[in-house]
């Protein structure tokens, strides 16, 4: 972790529980215990992703620094989910945006590619991919690519299973 990652997390979670609720702060981190967001994209001073509710509906959350280019060590933050709490309560954090500050600020010590995007770097606008995806992805390769071929067939279904190609399976087998 570099001292700069470092501040920008710290700096974003102090920005957003500034104004949460100490309730509300242990339900968000429940939802990061659970895996509750997802889809978390980081761009030039914005911060998006969706959050799994307690009734099924995933809500968008978004983060953004208030100044143009956004700041190393965030001072103030705007937040903004659409569910009905937030719509009620303008003024404090819903447990969705807390739960959003807090696995961004994970990924932003883990990750100083994702703190130079947040600061506008080059790869700003590039989606950031779930870890989850890429060792799913990885061990869907492993075991394609280990396992004893049987038939020319059998390739061809493993490449499939893979990256399924626009074309019936039916019509192209060897
Ligand atoms: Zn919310």
Partial sequence: MTEASRAL???LQAAVFGHTSGAVLARGRGYVKRNRVT???VSAGRIRARVL???GERYRVELTAPQ???PPVITKIRWNCDCLYAAEHRRGTCKHVVAVALVAARRF???DALRRRWMGGAAAEAPEAEPEEFTALAERLLAAFTA???SAEDVLVRAIAIAPPPFSVRETRV
């Fill in 53 to 55: 509710g307690s009734d």
């Fill in 9 to 11: 997390s710290e700096s």
């Fill in 68 to 70: 143009t280019p956004a």
């Fill in 109 to 111: 010590e883990r990750a």
């Fill in 148 to 150: 004893p071929p049987v």
């Fill in 39 to 41: 889809e978390l994209r």
